[in-house]
């Protein structure tokens, strides 16, 4: 249950109160039975990692490791990501560059992006992956109301056990604004190692510049390492992970979403002069590589 000396508890949370249906989350989380429903995702043998179980992410005592942090993210979310939810999430679907047909969203949470994946590309499989049980059946739950057929696994982001090169598009939104910097390099370090060669990955989250300049916000939302972001820089680290054409794009003033591209293998590339190619040209600017085969 969230602890009542923090700032957010003390102040913010009687507002956001105001906008929720409290007896019916209440009620919802009553009538659950959180230890099956999070068996059902549950993988025994999973190790968690030192920074995900020593902190009280938002002051929730036990972080994400508990129902009450399933049943609240939602609620609260959004109302944390003005304009609005929505905007903000459709604001990396919009920077997507391929047809993907094998999709993988990192930190997946309670799938809110998940699902729009899935609903941007019906003929992708989409997975959505997160250390969190309790976060993924609510993820299921979610994709299971609105019929989308997403699959849904207990895992670390930094180690998923997947094969190399099995997706065409990694996803993680506000994922790194809640994990130590080396903890976000090996995410994206994994990330490049999933992709296949031309694949892309996009991270959606806080924007870093601006985050730097409001550190008094991190004591109201208690976000133990998004100093760590803030002061870090994800093109740096998705051009140490080995992606290139690395781009930052603003959304909404507050948050940004960054996209990279795993090279193809030299050799494999040549370019198309896009003078005689106008439509390709509008989509992917002056300069383009394909890889010769497709
Ligand atoms: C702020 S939530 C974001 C959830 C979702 N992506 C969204 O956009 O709403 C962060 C999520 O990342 C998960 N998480 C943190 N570290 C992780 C890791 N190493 N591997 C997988 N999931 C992780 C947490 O359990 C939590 O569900």
């Given at each position: 249950m969230?602890?009542?000396?923090?700032i957010f508890e003390r102040f913010l949370a009687p507002v956001v109160r105001l906008f929720i249906d409290e007896p019916a989350l209440q009620q919802f989380y009553d009538t659950t039975d959180w230890q099956y429903?999070?068996?059902?995702?549950r993988r025994p043998e999973l190790a968690y990692p030192a920074y995900y179980v020593q902190e009280n992410f938002h002051g929730i005592e036990g972080g994400?490791?508990?129902?009450?942090?399933?049943v609240s993210y939602d609620p609260i979310t959004q109302y944390a990501l003005p304009p609005s939810e929505t905007l903000i999430r459709q604001g990396?679907?919009?920077?997507?560059h391929c047809q993907p047909r094998r999709i993988l969203d990192l930190g997946c949470g309670t799938g809110s992006t998940t699902l729009m994946l899935k609903q941007a590309f019906p003929q992708a499989e989409v997975i959505g992956l997160d250390l969190s049980p309790y976060m993924l059946f609510m993820a299921d739950r979610k994709a299971q109301q609105a019929s989308l057929d997403i699959q849904f696994i207990h895992a670390n982001a930094e180690q998923t056990n997947f094969p190399a090169a099995s997706f065409d598009l990694v996803t993680a939104a506000l994922l790194f604004h809640e994990t130590p910097a080396a903890v976000s390099q090996a995410i994206l370090e994994e990330a490049f190692r999933l992709l296949s060669a031309g694949g892309q990955v996009l991270v959606l989250d806080g924007h870093q510049k601006v985050l730097r300049q409001l550190d008094w916000l991190h004591n109201i939302f208690e976000e133990p390492y998004i100093e760590d972001y803030a002061t870090g820089s994800v093109d740096a680290w998705m051009g140490a992970a080995g992606?290139?054409?690395?781009?930052?794009?603003d959304q909404w003033w507050?948050?940004?979403?960054?996209s990279?591209?795993?090279?193809?293998?030299?050799g494999k590339q040549m370019s198309i002069s896009t003078s005689q190619h106008p439509i390709l040209a509008e989509v992917v600017g002056p300069a383009f590589a394909v890889d010769p085969v497709v």
């Open positions: 969230a602890r009542k000396d923090t429903e999070s068996d059902r995702f994400y490791l508990t129902p009450g942090a399933a990396l679907i919009d920077n997507i992606f290139g054409a690395v781009r930052t794009d507050i948050h940004q979403v960054t990279g591209t795993k090279p193809l293998p030299k």
